[in-house]
């Protein structure tokens, strides 16, 4: 047993009455360069082994208020699942010499059956393995570990693709309850690119709870298939 340590900013967007398909640019600005500085802050401490910035709306999604705020905890323990996923993908990696988040975006770009949107640097798709009705994740394309890389035109291209998710959401499924969070290398290889990790966000649209059976066995039923949930959010996008 340990001390646990870390650190908790919360970040508070002026206007009380906007809501992620709301924000505006500027707002989206401050907010992702707010995240990229207390990344570099928090790698520096010596404690810290894994930053999250996360963002809770409604009460289904855990939001406490609802003044909109997005969170930034820093720990010095990483999270089981970053440690599952560093661990596979490394282990992809050695066995294929590729980086199966790259993969899986020249996969989703094949199949397109999944993608809703996509710039220069961004696209986001349903995730094949939803755990939640409608789990959209966004990933750069281009190789990256860290988040706080993410250069200037990085930065416009991803508040591009955040704004045209979170209005795709809101005109389909109306101002849904929902959780984002960004999953981004290990505070301890702050200082060099992983091959096999690719730095992403995870929305994950709280329109349904877990049952017995989810809970008990880690296994998810989705009452939608990505491929529906793609289909019925691109009805939005043409709209
Ligand atoms: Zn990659
Ligand atoms: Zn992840």
Redesign the pocket.
């Known amino acids: 047993m340990r001390l646990s340590l870390g650190g908790h900013d919360v970040v508070v967007v002026d206007d009380h009455d906007q809501i992620l398909p709301t924000f505006t640019p500027s707002i989206w600005r401050d907010l992702l360069a707010n995240f990229k500085q207390r990344y570099q802050y928090f790698e520096e401490l010596c404690n810290v082994e894994y930053v999250m910035p996360i963002y809770n709306h409604g009460p289904e999604a855990a939001a406490s208020i609802k003044h909109p705020h997005a969170q930034i905890f820093s720990s010095s323990i990483v999270p089981n ?2 440690a599952r ?1 560093t661990v596979y993908t490394s282990r992809y990696f050695s066995e294929n010499k590729s980086c199966p988040f790259c993969e899986l975006i020249l996969h989703e770009k094949e199949q397109n059956t999944r993608v809703l949107f996509e710039n220069d640097s961004f696209i986001s798709f349903n995730f094949y393995a939803a755990r939640f009705p409608f789990e959209t ?1 966004i990933l750069p394309k281009r190789h990256e570990s860290h988040y706080k890389t993410i250069t200037t035109r990085g930065e416009n291209d991803l508040i591009d693709i955040m704004r045209s998710t979170f209005n795709c959401f809101e005109k389909v499924l109306k101002n849904p309850p929902l959780n984002f ?1 960004i ?1 981004s290398s290990p505070a301890t290889h702050s200082n060099e690119k992983l091959p096999y990790y690719h730095w ?1 966000i ?1 929305i994950l649209p709280r329109l349904s709870n877990y049952g017995g059976y989810e809970l008990g066995s880690n296994i998810i039923i989705d009452v939608i298939t990505p491929e529906q949930a793609a289909d019925f959010l691109r009805i939005g996008i043409r709209t």
Do not use: F, G, T
């Open positions: 699942s970053i996923e994740w969070y999953h992403h995870e």
